[in-house]
Nanobody
């Protein structure tokens, strides 16, 4: 199982960014996939989740209306569109699947400057 995140950069407050997570080694189209984030000195927290065919999504309150999770099962890729970014969104962003023992990607750094 491999999850590889990309797209994290330094962006100004109010800006937008799209993260990607390329998956391989498992049946992507059957798995619920999630984005988590971990800010410096804080615990890793769930940001958003999406069910196998995208029929349902869930978001933590702080990103509702600003972030959109989506997936392309043909490409085995998960996305996170982030709009109206705030400095509090600064974190390492990880994708995660709970299949089997659970698997994490290596993370991608998002930094939002004020």
């Amino acid at each position: 199982v491999r999850l590889v995140e990309s797209g994290g950069v330094l962006v100004q407050s109010g800006g937008s960014l799209r993260l990607s997570c390329a998956a391989s080694g498992f049946s992507f189209r059957t798995a619920t996939i999630s984005w988590y984030r971990q800010a410096p000195g804080k615990e890793r927290l769930l940001v958003a989740s999406i069910t196998p065919v995208g029929e349902a999504t869930d978001y933590t309150d702080s990103v509702k209306g600003r972030f959109t999770i989506s997936r392309d099962n043909a490409k085995s890729t998960l996305y996170l569109q982030m709009n109206s970014l705030k400095p509090d969104d600064t974190a390492v962003y990880y994708c995660y699947t709970g299949l089997g023992r659970g698997y994490w990607g290596q993370g991608t750094q998002v930094t939002v400057s004020s």
